[in-house]
Structure formats: C-alpha cells, structure tokens
C-alpha cells in the first residue's frame, strides 16, 4: 500500500464529514481526502483518478449513493465503495450490496467507519491484485506459443483455449469450447488418461505422456503434454501444456533406424569380408584345378559346379560390402541421363514386355560425382525392385531433375545437408507398400518375396552405394498406389568430360617375370596368390605380416618391382608399409586388395587418383591382368 490512502468523500452535511474525520484519526492507516458535495464535482474527481476508496452518503440534493455508485463502476470498476449515511434502510441496503458496493456504515455507529475503510482497502487491494494476477495469467495463456488448454476433470469438457490451440488442430475456438478432450485423443489413450485423472498422483504436477492427438483435417500429431490440476470458475480442472514432438519423433526413429543400419553394416562388412578371403581361396584354386583337368575328366563337371558357386557367393559379398559403405568406388564426373540411356535396352529386357519404361529427363541435368558401374546398379536394383511390384504389368518411370534441399527438408531428414542436387527417381504404378515395410526396406536379407525368389540385398545394396557416394535415398509409398524411390547426390561443379557407364579395357598379358612383394596375413590366400602369380612367371617375395614383409624387401638385393599388400592388416596399414618400402624402393609400384576398404585408400572408401586396387575376391585371371596393368602403368 502507498504512503497515503487516497479517499473521495462525497458528503454535503459539514457535521458528518467531522465524523469520518473523527473516523479516519482513530485508524491506523495515513488518509488523503478529497471532499466533494455535487454530482458533477464527484464525477470530475472519478475521472481524475488515483483514489483507492470512495465514501458516499445516501441522500443529497439531486444525487444519491446508487447513482454515485453506478458513476463509480463505470469509471473504477475495482474502487471500493463504502455508503456512510442515516437514511439507508434493510431493503435498500441489500440494494447497493448486489449494486457492487464494499459495505455499508449507519452514521449512529460511526465507530465502526475506521475498521470497515481499512477492511475495504484491503479487501480493494487484494481484488485488484487477484485481478492483476488472472489478466497476467490470461495473458501468457493467450499469447503461449504453444498449445494450452483448461478441461474440467470430470466432464473432460475444454473450459478454456488459447490461440496456439485453435491453430494446431484447426478447429475455431467455438467448436473446441463445445468438445472434450475425447475429441482429440486416440480412442485406444482414452483409457490411460481417465486412469491418470483417478490416480493417487493428483492433486500434482505430471509429466509424459507422449500422446498421439487427432486435428480437424484428420492428421494424427504426436504431443508432449505437462498437466497441472487447478480451480477454475468454481470447478476442479486441469491445466494442460502441449508441444507438438511430431517432427522431433521422426527424427528419432531417423536417428534410431541410422544406428541400426549402421550397426548391421559394421557386421556385414566384417562377415563380407571374412568371407571374401575365403572365396579367394576356393575362386583360386578352382580355376587352378580347371586347368589341371582335362575336358574329359570326370571331375570337370563338379569343379565347374564349385566355380559357379563361388562367383554366386562373391557377389552376395559385394552386395553385403556395398550395403555396408566398404566398397571401393572409382568416382568420375557422371551425366545420370547418359546413365540411364546406357541401361536402357537392358532394363527393358529386364522388366519384360507388359512394363512400359518411361524415361523423363532434365535437358539441363548438373553433373554429379560417382563411380558408372555403382550408378548402373542402382538403377538396375530399382528398376527389378519396380518390375517385381507390378506382376500384372504397369508403368516403371525413370526421372531425372536438379532439385535444391533447403533446411526445411534437412529439418525432417538428419542426414541431409542443404544443397544443390541431381535427382534419380525410379516409380512404378505397383501394389506399394505399408509403413512396417518401408521402415525395414534396406535391411540386408529383408525381403516380402516368396523364399527362394529374392535375396533381399537389391535395396541394401543401392542404400549403400547411395550413402558411400554422399547421396540420400527418399522412399514415397502407399499400399496399392505405387513406390517412388528417389535417389539424390550432391551436384558437383567440378571439371571434366561428364562420362557415362561404358568403359573401354585394354587386354593386357597376364603373364611376366618381375618379383613381387605380397603382403597378406591370411595364409591360405597369401599362398594361393604366390601359385597364381608363379604360374604366371613372377618371383614371389612372400610377407605374412607387415613386419615380415619389411624383413623380406630389406633382404633382398635385387630389384622389387610390384608390392601387392593388403589394406588392414594387425599392426600397420598396407599404405604404412607401402610409405615404408617406398622410402628405400622409390620405383617400386603399389597395388592394394582388399575385401573392403578403410581410411587407408582414402575418404569413405573413394580411390586416391593413381591407386591401383583389387577388391577381394577375384579370379586367378582378373589377378595376372590387374598385375600386369599396374606394371605397364
């Protein structure tokens, strides 16, 4: 309360305003009055303002208290008003009290004016600051930028909305006034809410839940709700705060499925690449053995059997390796439409004759950066996934466009940065899918095919070219309306003759006499490379570890002409031995095999320009060719 308290006196009897003063002396409180005795004096000093109670007489000449009551509700509507008069009688009194006056004092008990002005002060006061309190409350209600609601705890009826709430669920604020939180909730989170409400946490404060609320249009949102229980206009009600999680929701499940993909690739890498030295083994040895066997021999059937086997088996592995982002791609400067013109016949062989391909172009297509063979198996995967989805024929659309992600979209997709990009989209008019089967697409070996008539490693193999090559892979599907995959890769402004798949290989001899250094940990593969390449004319310099291999050049005085490492190996890298010999055999040339690939050969498996590479497995052959090559290099 300020210093003094401001009082408007209205009085036109000279001796009763000696009683209030008599009144305001035996008080406690420091009174500034303001005296008044005319209608026009009173209602001057109302709009003037800054008082904190008004005393009125009943009766005066062409003015009473009601009507000074009612001048002062219109202009102060939180004033106290005490009536200090002898003419009020029981009826009248009851009057002013439902009119909105404080209270009423008889002039013959003037002592009792002192107590009831403090009393209506006070009682003033604490209105004006209860008042003070709800418009801040409504306030920050109204103006909440996030949902906020009342409901009545045992209607469930909505009480109260505020602007957040009718612009998320699209419903005016008239109809939601008419609803219950019913309307919004799932019927099947019914149950948990009224089983909340019952529970032995209330009254307190209770945090979740998320909830799934349904909008207007129909679109279900997911919602983080707090609820506090409150009293409001006189009933038990529950004050709710909501955020919509919706987005935050999918980029967890983004999150999460990521960590899964790439915990399951970590293990396919590392079972591929097990597996990849063992093939090398049986792939070596075979093709050896073919050639020991005559064409009439009886076993040349069965080890023709086992050659298939294998090449079966090693391409199960590069599917694995691709999934896993272990592959080692050759990128080039790529024209996707050049791409997809390569492919062309052979995708119309593939999805047979009641399959219209339909290739839609960009004329200005930008150029990405991509290994040929890589992007042609993405389309080729795609295009069998497409065929397979529509076994009584349809439309398999090919479309190619430069798009720019902004950072709405990067919002809703973590792993996508903002950029310029070149799309691939690859859509079928077939029986699409639901979302339980787009969520679990790309996992290796998950296939809706019968047994026996997939692999399931298509999808996964084009997630993991996608990834590797910087991309991003959208899928778009509803059950019976077709699937749209949509392959996106960075657009790249960097020089060079845009190239599409075709390629042109120079036969080389396979056979020569130079020694090679081979570096390979796994035994019985790095004996099988030292046959092929003996059998081939080379000298074989043999290192079952890195160190060995160091021991080996170090005592040897003659020339080494190749080293043939492997990549990982325990203890040093193949380029740490490569940088190591290379110190003291400056001339000597390098070529890395691996069934995958680290930080070794380069950034996210991408050859160094001049690495030469094998990838694990290969054919005694490919070998000797490979070999031959990087010496004639």
Do not use: C
């Not at 009480?159 to 099947?188: C, F, H, W």
């Not at 690449?273 to 070596?284: A, E, K, M, P």
Request: glycine share 8%; proline share 4%.
């Amino acid at each position: 309360m300020e210093a003094k308290v401001r009082l408007l006196h209205l009085e036109d009897n000279p001796a009763d305003s000696e009683l209030l003063e008599l009144a305001l002396r035996q008080s406690s409180l420091d009174w500034d009055v303001v005296k008044v005795d005319s209608r026009d004096a009173f209602v001057a000093e109302l709009e003037k303002g800054g008082f904190h109670i008004v005393v009125s007489d009943y009766s005066l000449p062409s003015f009473n208290g009601l009507e000074a009551l009612r001048e002062t509700r219109k202009l102060s509507p939180e004033l106290a008003f005490l009536l200090f008069t002898g003419s009020l009688g029981e009826e009248r009194a009851v009057e002013a009290l439902r009119a909105g006056a404080t209270d009423f004092v008889s002039k013959e008990r003037w002592d009792r004016l002192g107590p009831a002005l403090q009393r209506a002060v006070k009682e003033a006061e604490e209105r004006s600051a209860r008042r003070q309190a709800e418009a801040q409350y409504q306030l920050l209600f109204d103006s909440n930028p996030h949902p906020m609601w009342v409901f009545d705890r045992e209607t469930l009826a909505f009480l109260a909305v505020n602007d957040a709430t009718v612009q998320q669920y699209g419903y005016s604020r008239s109809e939601m006034l008419g609803m219950t939180i019913k309307d919004i909730r799932l019927p099947e989170e019914v149950p948990a809410l009224m089983e909340e409400l019952d529970g032995s946490s209330w009254p307190g404060s209770n945090f979740s839940r998320v909830w799934k609320h349904r909008r207007k249009d129909g679109s279900i949102i997911d919602v983080e709700t707090g609820a506090n229980p409150i009293a409001f206009q006189g009933r038990q009600a529950v004050l709710v705060l909501a955020h919509d999680v919706t987005e935050k929701k999918k980029l967890e499940a983004q999150l999460h499925q990521a960590q899964k993909m790439e915990a399951i690739g970590q293990l396919a890498g590392g079972v591929a690449h097990d597996f990849n030295n063992l093939l090398g083994v049986i792939t070596g040895y075979t093709e050896l053995l073919l050639k020991d066997l005559g064409t009439q021999h009886p076993g040349l059937r069965r080890a023709e059997q086992i050659q298939r086997a294998a090449e079966r088996a090693s391409g199960l592995t590069r599917q694995l390796l691709a999934f896993s982002r272990k592959q080692v791609l050759e990128p080039k400067v790529l024209d996707l439409n050049a791409i997809v013109l390569d492919v062309e016949k052979m995708l119309q062989r593939l999805i047979g004759e009641d399959i219209q391909l339909v290739p839609v172009f960009a004329s200005d297509l930008g150029r990405v950066k991509a290994d040929p063979g890589q992007m042609e198996q993405v389309i080729v995967n795609l295009a069998v996934n497409a065929r397979d989805a529509m076994p009584r024929g349809g439309k398999l659309i090919i479309e190619t466009a430069n798009v720019d992600l902004d950072g709405n979209y990067s919002r809703l997709h973590a792993e996508v940065k903002p950029g310029s990009y070149v799309m691939l989209a690859v859509s079928d008019t077939g029986h699409g899918m639901d979302a339980d089967t787009m969520s679990h697409i790309f996992e290796p070996f998950f296939t809706t095919k019968e047994e026996g008539k997939g692999t399931g490693l298509g999808l996964s193999t084009v997630f993991g070219i996608v990834k590797q090559s910087g991309g991003h892979v959208a899928v778009y599907s509803e059950v019976g309306r077709g699937t749209s995959f949509k392959v996106y890769l960075p657009r790249t402004e960097e020089p060079g003759r845009a190239l599409s798949a075709g390629t042109v290989r120079v036969e080389m001899p396979s056979t020569g006499s130079e020694t090679i250094l081979v570096v390979e940990d796994a035994e019985a593969l790095r004996l099988l490379i030292a046959e092929i390449l003996e059998v081939g004319g080379y000298r074989v310099l043999p290192g079952a570890s890195p160190e060995e291999a160091l021991a080996a050049a170090e005592a040897h005085d003659g020339p080494i002409h190749l080293l043939l490492t492997d990549v990982v190996m325990p203890g040093m890298s193949g380029r740490q031995v490569a940088d190591r010999i290379k110190a003291s055999r400056p001339a000597v040339r390098v070529m890395y095999m691996s069934g995958y690939t680290d930080e070794a050969i380069g950034q996210h498996g991408a050859l160094e320009p001049g690495t030469h590479f094998m990838q694990k497995p290969f054919t005694a052959g490919a070998l000797l060719r490979k070999v031959r090559e990087v010496l004639e290099a």
